[in-house]
């Protein structure tokens, strides 16, 4: 599994983004899928998961009606579609991937793609 997060840049407080994960090898969608991110001087942590094939996504709380996780099967694409965004949303975006189920905790996947910068300008 080698993943590859894209879809990070600059956008305007209020705009939106949709990152997407994609795996060389085309195994995404037969993963449990995670989006993390870690701002500067932060720990990584949690943003969004999705179960195998998308049947089950989890959006941390204090993320939840902004951000959301979905998976195009056909593409073998996950994505990560933020909405509403904020100046605190900037951070490095990372997906990854491990066997079903899904978690919150960044120690239990094991693949990360090399993650998508997102910066948030007020």
């Known amino acids: 599994v080698q993943l590859q997060a894209s879809g990070g840049g600059s956008v305007q407080a209020w705009g939106s983004l949709k990152l997407s994960c994609q795996d060389s090898?085309?195994?995404?969608?037969?993963?449990?899928v995670g989006w993390f991110r870690q701002a500067s001087g932060k720990e990584r942590e949690f943003v969004a998961a999705?179960?195998?094939?998308?049947?089950?996504?989890y959006v941390a709380d204090s993320l939840k009606g902004r951000f959301a996780a979905s998976i195009d099967i056909a593409k073998d694409m996950v994505y990560l579609q933020m909405n509403s965004l904020k100046p605190e949303d900037t951070a490095i975006y990372y997906c990854?991937?491990?066997?079903?189920?899904?978690?919150?905790?960044?120690?239990?996947?094991?693949?990360w793609g090399q993650g998508t910068q997102v910066t948030v300008s007020s």
């Open positions: 990854a991937a491990k066997s079903s189920p899904p978690s919150a905790t960044p120690s239990s996947y094991d693949f």
């Open positions: 090898g085309r195994t995404l969608s037969s993963h449990a």
């Open positions: 999705i179960s195998p094939r998308g049947g089950v996504t």
